[in-house]
């Protein structure tokens, strides 16, 4: 049986790979005898002082090179990122967001992963249920970390009810196994009013608290609740007193475990302080904020970082006039930040448009969910200055592509105002509303602003 190759997508310029003469087409088959199953194995195996790989050329002759690469990077890309097929879901949990878009999206919208592997290469959340021991194994001896596991509930029958898969509360043993390797891992409960507050949520932390030091933070976010639900089991948002009730058990959970660990360790998301009406804890509350990515800490952030990036800004009285769209849930913030900007430099008057989310209802409030249709809509007619400045978090990964298919380019010709897309930091923040162009302060001479 001829093996399974990895094709090879690219070769860097003055790399070992080009010295070997291996080109885009070729496929890898084994490095040391051992078949690649994906990309940890290839990276597991080619860091070694020496090694013997084999090749299939494009021609279909196989070539075996002795390469003496002292641990350096051979210099390929291949066309599968994974060196495998990506896993799909085995569960149909109650809270999944997929199952809540209307038809006719992109068909990679639609598609569900719950593979652990993406949890090192992306960050992803897993849920362990399509775990083998094997992945285990694997996962200890390649001393990969941190793995972020999609928990929700540590009452197993809970969690079978919730995941609506009869092998998620046993899934749960695989956490004993990573704590006993040393494996770093980070949690994360997605809140479902009625279903795992309350007391399910004072067991989950109770439980998840005995993981650390190896479980080293746990996020709470609440379910997200779109106007496409028929048919699926009824959720209600959280509300500002569900939100006061979690923030009370977390606040309570955080001063318990920072006196006997060092570690605030249980973390709620920036929308449970909005909701509750709240402000944002200090930036000391947040443990380095490792829980970035799942909102927790976004918005104090922020707020720092815009203050930083000002105080290192002259003051310049160029008049400009702009503005900024975002989710209603950051809004007031952005507000806030844009006052701060133009307190400094008082040229700038910027507008700040919360755009309600009809696309999916209003009850979905963060800006990574709204749409170009819902921009137009609600932007035609305002004044918007020389230009619009749209967060990062609104496309789709390095395109410039909404979740309905529009374009930056489109909205652009249906609002005629220049669009720039803004990254996440303070100091991009800043550098957006002062016009920099590629982190360059821009010309004042004429005041001619160029594209971001």
Same mark, same amino acid.
């Given at each position: 049986?001829?093996?399974?190759?990895?094709?090879?997508?690219?070769?860097?310029?003055?790399?070992?790979?080009?010295?070997?003469?291996?080109?885009?087409?070729?496929?890898?088959?084994?490095?040391?005898?051992?078949?690649?199953?994906?990309?940890?194995?290839?990276?597991?195996?080619?860091?070694?002082?020496?090694?013997?790989?084999?090749?299939?050329?494009?021609?279909?002759?196989?070539?075996?090179?002795?390469?003496?690469?002292?641990?350096?990077?051979?210099?390929?890309?291949?066309?599968?990122?994974?060196?495998?097929?990506?896993?799909?879901?085995?569960?149909?949990?109650?809270?999944?967001?997929?199952?809540?878009?209307?038809?006719?999206?992109?068909?990679?919208?639609?598609?569900?992963?719950?593979?652990?592997?993406?949890?090192?290469?992306?960050?992803?959340?897993?849920?362990?249920?399509?775990?083998?021991?094997?992945?285990?194994?694997?996962?200890?001896?390649?001393?990969?970390?941190?793995?972020?596991?999609?928990?929700?509930?540590?009452?197993?029958?809970?969690?079978?009810?919730?995941?609506?898969?009869?092998?998620?509360?046993?899934?749960?043993?695989?956490?004993?196994?990573?704590?006993?390797?040393?494996?770093?891992?980070? #949690?994360? $409960?997605? +809140?479902?009013? *009625? !279903?795992?507050?309350?007391?399910? =949520? /004072?067991?989950?932390?109770? &439980?998840?608290? @005995?993981?650390?030091?190896?479980?080293?933070?746990?996020?709470?976010?609440?379910?997200?609740?779109?106007?496409?639900?028929?048919?699926?089991?009824?959720?209600?948002?959280?509300?500002?007193?569900?939100?006061?009730?979690?923030?009370?058990?977390?606040?309570?959970?955080?001063?318990?475990?920072?006196?006997?660990?060092?570690?605030?360790?249980?973390?709620?998301?920036?929308?449970?302080?909005?909701?509750?009406?709240?402000?944002?804890?200090?930036?000391?509350?947040?443990? #380095?904020? $490792?829980? +970035?990515?799942? *909102? !927790?800490?976004?918005?104090?952030? =922020? /707020?720092?970082?815009?203050? &930083?990036?000002? @105080?290192?800004?002259?003051?310049?009285?160029?008049?400009?006039?702009?503005?900024?769209?975002?989710?209603?849930?950051?809004?007031?913030?952005?507000?806030?930040?844009?006052?701060?900007?133009?307190?400094?430099?008082?040229?700038?008057?910027?507008?700040?448009?919360?755009?309600?989310?009809?696309?999916?209802?209003?009850?979905?409030?963060?800006?990574?969910?709204?749409?170009?249709?819902?921009?137009?809509?609600?932007?035609?007619?305002?004044?918007?200055?020389?230009?619009?400045?749209?967060?990062?978090?609104?496309?789709?990964?390095?395109?410039?592509?909404? =979740?309905?298919?529009?374009?930056?380019?489109?909205?652009?010709?249906?609002?005629?105002?220049?669009?720039?897309?803004?990254?996440?930091?303070?100091?991009?923040?800043?550098?957006?509303?002062?016009?920099?162009?590629?982190?360059?302060?821009?010309?004042?001479?004429?005041?001619?602003?160029?594209?971001?």
């Amino acid at each position: 049986m001829s093996k399974r190759g990895h094709v090879i997508k690219a070769v860097d310029t003055g790399s070992i790979a080009e010295e070997l003469e291996l080109e885009p087409g070729d496929e890898v088959l084994s490095i040391d005898g051992h078949e690649l199953e994906d990309i940890f194995d290839y990276e597991y195996y080619v860091n070694s002082e020496s090694i013997l790989m084999t090749v299939r050329k494009k021609n279909g002759e196989e070539w075996e090179l002795e390469i003496e690469n002292q641990y350096e990077d051979l210099g390929l890309t291949f066309e599968n990122g994974l060196m495998s097929e990506y896993r799909t879901c085995r569960n149909n949990c109650i809270f999944c967001f997929i199952d809540q878009m209307p038809p006719g999206m992109r068909d990679t919208l639609y598609f569900k992963d719950d593979d652990s592997r993406l949890s090192f290469l992306q960050g992803n959340y897993v849920t362990l249920t399509n775990m083998s021991e094997h992945d285990i194994a694997r996962i200890i001896e390649f001393k990969l970390a941190p793995i972020n596991i999609s928990v929700h509930t540590t009452n197993p029958e809970l969690r079978c009810r919730m995941l609506h898969n009869r092998f998620a509360g046993e899934a749960l043993s695989k956490i004993d196994r990573l704590y006993e390797a040393g494996v770093s891992m980070n #949690g994360q $409960i997605v +809140l479902c009013k *009625g !279903v795992n507050d309350k007391e399910e =949520l /004072e067991r989950t932390i109770s &439980d998840l608290s @005995k993981y650390l030091p190896y479980m080293e933070s746990v996020s709470i976010v609440p379910v997200g609740v779109s106007k496409f639900r028929d048919g699926l089991f009824p959720l209600s948002p959280i509300e500002k007193e569900d939100a006061v009730s979690v923030l009370e058990i977390v606040e309570r959970w955080q001063k318990k475990l920072y006196k006997e660990y060092g570690s605030h360790f249980i973390h709620a998301s920036d929308e449970f302080y909005i909701l509750a009406e709240r402000p944002m804890p200090e930036e000391t509350r947040y443990d #380095g904020y $490792i829980q +970035l990515e799942n *909102g !927790v800490g976004m918005l104090r952030l =922020l /707020e720092t970082e815009v203050k &930083d990036a000002l @105080k290192e800004e002259a003051a310049v009285d160029a008049a400009e006039e702009l503005s900024i769209a975002t989710g209603t849930l950051a809004a007031p913030f952005i507000e806030q930040h844009a006052r701060l900007v133009s307190d400094k430099f008082p040229g700038r008057t910027i507008h700040v448009y919360p755009i309600v989310n009809h696309f999916f209802g209003e009850q979905i409030t963060v800006a990574g969910l709204i749409t170009g249709q819902d921009l137009i809509a609600q932007l035609k007619g305002k004044p918007l200055g020389k230009r619009l400045l749209l967060p990062e978090c609104m496309f789709r990964s390095g395109e410039e592509v909404f =979740l309905d298919d529009l374009t930056r380019q489109d909205v652009q010709n249906a609002l005629q105002v220049q669009v720039d897309i803004v990254k996440s930091s303070g100091q991009d923040f800043v550098n957006a509303v002062l016009g920099y162009v590629n982190n360059k302060k821009p010309s004042y001479d004429g005041y001619e602003l160029k594209e971001i």
